[in-house]
């Protein structure tokens, strides 16, 4: 990584400043993923989930804690983070009515497949723009890991499939239906700008991504597995 090269670099101060809380902001996302991800594996341990799959997702807290200490040096490097209020609970812990295998079901619906599932392709987008070198190189190292956080919430649903029954799809379901209304509303509150960005995408860019995202990679995935219904209002 080109460390040093985005402190050197002449960016005026008022947007290094916007930058700088726009790359806290994205450090605080990595970490709460390692959140998520973190309370996600204690439940699959125990849902007694097959032990090979719990390894592969135990490793992606790693690569979440690392994600977040990459974006906090980018901010570091444009003056410093920005001040931001951090929530005594990151992530919403799942209702202890559920049985183990659906408390796990609720983290993995939630952390991985409505989560992961949007970063993944949103990454991939965002390291396809023109950026500074270290900004770039950031860019890319976090797309790269994210392509195996992206799958992992699949491979567990579909394992889980058979101890679903009607009802626990039906709460599934509803955990999609208040994400995905979550994510419209996120795409209808981008406001377009024509300032220049150091690693994020335009409100058109982030519009146009995270619609074909949501078509493609969240909801095509959920209706094949029953946890979508297309006649949803999202
Ligand atoms: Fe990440
Ligand atoms: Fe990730």
């Known amino acids: 990584m080109p460390w040093g090269s985005l402190a050197a670099a002449k960016i005026p101060a008022n947007f290094a400043m916007r930058a700088a809380g726009v790359w806290t902001r994205m450090a605080y996302f990595e970490y709460r993923a390692a959140v998520g991800i973190t309370m996600a594996i204690d439940a699959l341990l125990a849902a007694r989930a097959p032990v090979d799959l719990v390894a592969v997702g135990s490793r992606f807290i790693q690569d979440e804690l690392s994600h977040a200490e990459l974006c906090a040096r980018v901010a570091a490097e444009l003056g410093g983070a920005a001040p931001m209020a951090f929530p005594s609970r990151m992530v919403a812990i799942p209702p202890q009515r559920l049985r183990p295998i659906m408390r796990a079901a609720d983290l993995v619906t939630r952390v991985f497949c409505l989560g992961e599932a949007f970063s993944l392709p949103m990454a991939h987008a965002a390291a396809k723009k023109k950026a500074p070198p270290l900004v770039a190189a ?97």
């Not at 860019?139 to 919430?153: Q, T, V």
């Not at 982030?206 to 979508?228: K, Q, S, V, W």
Request: proline share 2%; hydrophobic share 40%; aromatic share 10%.
């Open 138 to 234: 950031v860019l890319r190292r976090i797309a790269k890991d994210e392509s195996e956080h992206g799958s992992f919430g699949w491979i567990f649903l579909d394992w889980a499939a058979d101890q679903f029954s009607d009802e626990d799809r039906a709460y599934l379901s509803g955990l999609v239906k208040d994400a995905l209304g979550a994510y419209r509303d996120l795409i209808a509150e981008q406001i377009p700008s024509d300032e220049g960005t150091l690693g994020w995408m335009t409100a058109e860019e982030f519009r146009h991504h995270a619609e074909m995202t949501l078509e493609n990679d969240l909801i095509a995935p959920l209706a094949a597995r029953g946890l979508y219904a297309s006649s949803q209002t999202i």
